[in-house]
C-alpha cells in the first residue's frame, strides 16, 4: 500500500503532556489533504497481580470523560525515560507496590487514525505492597478485584478503558462473546 507523503507541518499546540500539529500530505492518487496530528510520547499500563490472583487497580476521575475509571496502572513517559523504568515509577507512585519483575505484554497504538501514542502493557507479579506515592494531582483509590469479577465489570462498564480491558482479558485470556 502506498504512503501518504508529507508536504508541510504546523505545530498549532505545544503543551506539557503533547503537541497538536496539522500536516498537509500527498496522498497516493496525488490529492492532497490535511492530517491532524496529537503527538504523544508513549505510555505504559501495569497488570499487577498478588500472590492470591487478585488484580490492583486504581480508581480515579477523569476530567476527560467526567467520570471516575477503574483502571490498571498507568502512566506517560518521561523524556529519556525506558519504557520499563516508567512502568516500575507509575506502579510505585500509584499503588505503592514494587515488582521485582516486569513482563511485556503487548504493545499498541491507542488511535492511529490521529494520534502518535504507543501504549506498552507490562504485567508483575510477585508485588510487594508499600506507601503509594501520587503526584500531586492524582487522586486514586486502589482496588483489588477477583479475576472471576472482571467480564463482569467490563460489561457493566465499570473498567471502561481500551489499556485496562486488553490487559485482562489478555492476561487471563478471554475473548468477550457479542451481547
Not at 497481580?49 to 480508581?59: C, H, S, Y
Not at 516508567?86 to 497504538?109: D, I, N, Q
Amino acid at each position: 500500500m502506498a504512503e501518504e507523503q508529507r508536504l508541510q507541518s504546523t505545530t498549532v499546540f505545544d503543551g506539557k503532556l503533547l503537541k497538536v500539529r496539522v500536516d498537509t500530505v500527498r496522498l497516493p492518487d496525488g490529492s492532497e489533504r490535511k492530517r491532524e496530528v496529537v503527538e504523544h510520547p508513549g505510555a505504559v499500563g501495569i497488570l499487577p497481580v498478588l500472590p492470591d490472583g487478585q488484580f490492583i487497580l486504581v480508581r480515579q476521575y477523569r476530567y476527560a470523560v467526567g467520570r471516575e475509571m477503574l483502571e490498571i496502572p498507568a502512566g506517560t513517559r518521561e523524556p529519556d525515560e525506558g519504557p520499563e523504568e516508567c512502568a516500575h515509577r507509575e506502579l510505585r507512585e500509584e499503588t505503592g507496590y514494587v515488582a521485582p519483575e516486569l513482563k511485556e505484554m503487548t504493545r499498541f497504538f491507542v488511535s492511529p487514525g490521529w494520534a502518535t501514542e504507543e501504549l506498552i502493557i507490562y504485567f508483575a507479579t510477585d508485588v510487594v505492597p508499600g506507601p503509594p506515592a501520587p503526584a500531586d494531582d492524582e487522586f486514586l483509590e486502589i482496588v483489588q478485584v477477583r479475576p472471576e469479577d472482571v467480564v463482569h465489570l467490563i460489561r457493566d462498564g465499570d473498567i471502561a478503558d481500551s489499556k485496562s480491558i486488553i490487559a485482562l482479558l489478555g492476561f487471563l485470556g478471554v475473548f468477550l462473546p457479542a451481547v
